[in-house]
């Protein structure tokens, strides 16, 4: 497969150009609307899949200090600047976490989680879809890419359990028997738990960063109190709604406790390195909830994961330099924070804010607040990147809701919480929504119809339940 496509990648360009030489609206500085240009361009790229994301905020990037959009006139300075993202903290915690993940991966410690819930919960396919979900959502605090934790991890034990009761993709006539539930199920219970946790997925801190350029503060654990009833209530739901609306043949998985059980006798008994990368992870949750107390920020803790596992020898340099995803995210990720924090310090975000608030600036922000999230929710249909939606329309977002009234925090972790939940929507719409589907267990029509009633349910939970907690913890 070609990295480029030429034809989609001229098409950025060309719409990139446009945009540069349209005047600049009145309030709007002139290199504020060329990086604008820059951006939407690197956006529309990555949309379309032009290149690569690593390779579109390359060209950003270079474009950035080319240009000198940035500093007019300082050379020396745009570069700096263009490059300014690549030594912010929150890029290296998503980056750190990302090496940590290797760990399960690599000592097996996922996989015997996920064994264990079977054993556990296995005896019934509802029961197996529970057992698979608390699996992903015990790995999601430590395991960033949900990718990874869905596609490297929970998907390969989840086909091999539909594939052992007579549900295989070669086989359309058998994929409703057991397999079709699971993938939906799987893959949603992996968005839920990726809004669950600021390090569940890798636009999340996205969100945190450009919340703090708006002058609002998200900690680790601050994300997670306000998001857990919500999230632990559609856990507790998703699973019962996939099954009354696309139920499995096979009600029964009674085999799948003893299949579980045979797993793990084959890994035999925990050994040094998985009971070392457990204690990392207590140490990271330790932290990561208790760090405002001790001064110890959510960087800073990975850091410390990541060293302990580096000279406990769980994780050796050579892992860290071969894990491509987290060095790939760091580009990718310092490219599209740098265009997007600088939007708002040249003044195009407040200009946007304004300008909206002069056609919504009778509105009640209570009627406004719910009219954002469903347009910023429903919008995610024309993403296929959880990150690239992020990148273009949270801030501006924000600070339109912001302006009109809405509380800050809470639009701020409302908007956070939707870049995981709606990638329910369709078979694109988040990092491991391509590996389930691949697996061919859910054609596209169901994959759609299931999505958009779930997405119903989702926000009715979190908008609804959710609120009324915000409300009890003076969010709101």
Known sequence: ???????????????????????????????????????????????????SMGTMSMLAITLVALTGVLAPGDPAKSIT???????????????????????????????????????????????LAYGLGLADLV????????????????????????????????????????????????????????????????????CQKFAKNLGIDISWMSWFTAALIPAIV?????????YKIYPPELKSTGDAPAMAAEKLKEMGPVHRNEWLMLLAFVILLFLWITGDLFGIDATTTALIGLVFLLIS??????????????????????????MASFLNTLGFIPWFSDLIKQQVGGMKWTIAFPIIVLVYFYSHYIFASATAHVAAMYSAFLGVGISV????????????????????????GHGPAPVFFGSTYVDLKDWWKCGFILSIALILIWMGLGGVWWKVLGIW
Not at 16 to 26: L, M, S
Not at 100 to 116: D, E, H
Not at 148 to 171: H, L, T, W
Request: proline letters at 5%; aromatic letters at 12%.
């Open 234 to 242: 559609s856990i507790i739901a998703v699973p019962w709604i996939l």
């Open 405 to 428: 009234g809405i509380p800050g925090t809470l639009l701020a972790l409302v908007l956070g919480y939707c870049g995981g939940i709606f990638g329910t929507l369709t078979h694109y």
């Open 1 to 51: 497969m070609k990295e480029i496509k030429y034809p989609q990648l001229l098409i950025t360009l060309a719409i990139g150009v446009i945009i540069w030489f349209i005047p600049a609206p009145e309030g709007v500085k002139p290199e504020a609307w060329h990086l604008l240009a820059i951006f939407m361009a690197t956006i529309v790229g990555i949309i379309m899949k032009a290149a």
């Open 313 to 338: 020898q769980v994780l050796t340099w050579e892992d860290v330099k071969s894990e491509k995803g987290a060095w790939d995210t760091i580009v990718w990720f310092s490219a599209l924070v740098m």
């Open 139 to 206: 790995l999601a605090p430590a395991v960033p890419s949900n990718t990874a934790r869905g596609g490297g991890i929970i998907y390969p034990i989840m086909k091999s359990m539909a594939m052992n009761f007579g549900s295989v993709p070669e086989d359309p006539a058998t994929h409703r028997k057991l397999g079709g539930y699971l993938t939906l199920n799987s893959y949603n219970m992996n968005l839920i738990t990726s809004s669950l946790f600021l390090t569940g997925t890798a636009s999340n801190p996205m």
């Open 81 to 127: 600047l263009a490059l300014s993202s690549f030594g912010d903290k929150v890029i290296w915690l998503i980056g750190i976490s990302f090496f940590i993940a290797r760990g399960f991966i690599k000592t097996g410690l996922g996989k015997r989680i996920a064994y264990l819930f079977i054993r556990v919960f296995g005896r019934s396919s509802l029961g």
